[in-house]
């Protein structure tokens, strides 16, 4: 039988369908794989309620393991304990500043996510400081959009949460 | 009633209140004053929606008579809601819609800080999600009543108007009823009327700070949890429902 550290691998395989440089492993979407022969049930957590992405996640799960020889893929959904920014690895962290998103900046233990002061957020292509919030919210849920004042590039920045 | 009827009728109306709210907010969509408010909307829409799908979700699930949350959401007469009315109101101009909703974005962090203690796992998962997203949409709000009110003459007279057209759906936030009552003692909802003072003194401080003011001996409407609606509500529903209702077999 396959370990989780296995099957967790293939999963590694599926890139996110909104942010592709990084797996929805990485992403911590995925909280664990119950295997029991052939049979497996996969447990995920939504980033943000809405998210229009999950579906599309669930069907790629479906589609490697079945690749990987499963028959029955049971996928349950889990909003306990909520997904947080703070699930994201370095790794993941230099993927996404690289493929020209701002990674989240703080942690969210800090909570100046509640009370809106931000530290600054480094621009992704020049890493200048000098950027400015342009709209709390982007162009999905778990994104805002700002521009650098040196480059004068407009870019995503990963929300905090 | 019993305990399980008590918690699909409370999960159906904590949905409902998701549902008539986020598909208003939709409305906007393309329609928003610039590109970043139409974006903004439109998140906080999707982030709205789906809370109401995992509620939904769960009163199907709770119910156990093969309905699900397409059939909830889509195959109920507007009598059939129990959704606060002030969540139907219709959006008007810009700042209707930001004072809509901030009073309920205040109301709300409130309730899902409070039901993410609930001794329902579903309930209180479903909260603590939420809690989190709640956060992030009451700062917008809140900036622009702000905003409004501080801004031009044009747009603190607009602010006000709606303050004064609104006000009067505040009531329903805190009224209770049987099944709350049944399930407050299970430990599953929450006593809403606890933080009513503690909303209010918010509400207020948001709008001193904006330069508004309440409105005086305000009769507060009701009707919502027994579903007697405002006229809106019907022609919200005929426009969300009218593709499965014609289209029964649609997948989507």
Same mark, same amino acid.
């Given at each position: 039988m396959l370990s989780k550290e296995e099957i967790l691998s293939f999963l590694e395989e *599926?890139? &996110?369908?909104? *942010?592709?440089? *990084? =797996?929805i492993v990485e992403l911590g979407v995925v909280r664990d794989v119950l295997p029991s022969g052939k049979n497996i049930e996969v447990i995920i957590t939504p +980033?943000?309620?809405?998210?229009?992405a999950m579906k599309q996640m669930e069907d790629d799960v479906r589609k490697k393991l079945k690749e990987k020889g499963f028959e029955e893929i049971k996928i349950t959904t889990t909003y306990s304990p909520p997904w947080t +920014? &703070?699930?994201?690895?370095e790794e993941a962290k230099l993927k996404l500043q690289k493929y020209g998103i701002a990674p989240p900046?703080?942690?969210? +233990? &800090?909570k100046s996510f509640l009370t809106g002061k931000h530290k600054a957020i480094t621009c992704?292509?020049?890493? =200048?400081?000098?950027t400015v919030m342009i709209?709390?919210?982007?162009? +999905?849920?778990?994104k805002a959009l700002y521009q650098c004042k040196d480059c004068l590039e407009a870019f995503d920045y990963f929300k905090c949460i | 009633m019993t305990k399980q009827e008590a918690l699909f009728n409370y999960t159906l109306r904590l949905a409902d209140n998701s549902l008539i709210l986020a598909q208003r907010l939709c409305e906007w969509t393309s329609k928003g004053p610039f590109l970043e408010e139409d974006l903004a909307l439109t998140n906080i829409s999707l982030d709205i929606f789906g809370r109401a799908k995992s509620l939904l979700e769960y009163a199907a699930r709770v119910e156990g #008579?093969?309905?699900?949350e397409d059939t909830l959401a889509f195959f109920r007469n507007d009598r059939q809601f129990t959704n606060n009315l002030i969540c139907e109101?219709?959006?008007?101009?810009y700042a209707k819609t930001m004072v809509r909703q901030a009073m309920i974005d205040c109301f709300d962090l409130m309730l899902y800080t409070e039901l993410s #203690?609930? #001794?329902?796992e579903t309930i209180a998962g479903i909260a603590a999600k939420s809690i989190k997203e709640i956060t992030y949409h009451k700062r917008h709000s809140f900036s622009w009543v702000d905003r409004f009110g501080n801004g031009t003459e044009e747009s603190k007279t607009r602010a006000q108007n709606a303050l004064n057209e609104l006000?009067? $759906?505040?009531?329903? $936030? $805190?009224e209770t009823d049987e099944a709350e009552q049944l399930l407050l003692k299970e430990g599953i909802? @929450?006593? @809403?009327k606890a933080f009513k003072e503690k909303w209010e003194k918010e509400m207020v401080a948001l709008f001193e700070k904006a330069g508004l003011t309440l409105p005086e001996n305000t009769f507060m409407q009701t009707g919502g949890r027994k579903g007697?609606?405002?006229?809106h509500l019907a022609y919200l529903l005929a426009e969300m429902q009218a593709l499965p209702r014609m289209y029964p077999d649609a997948k989507w």
């Open positions: *599926i890139p &996110d369908p909104e *942010i592709p440089v *990084i =797996s +980033t943000y309620s809405g998210c229009p +920014t &703070d699930w994201l690895s900046e703080e942690s969210t +233990t &800090d992704p292509r020049c890493k =200048s400081k000098n709209s709390q919210f982007g162009s +999905t849920a778990c | #008579k093969g309905r699900t109101q219709e959006n008007g101009d #203690k609930s #001794k329902d006000w009067r $759906f505040s009531g329903e $936030f $805190f909802s @929450v006593d @809403v007697i609606h405002t006229e």
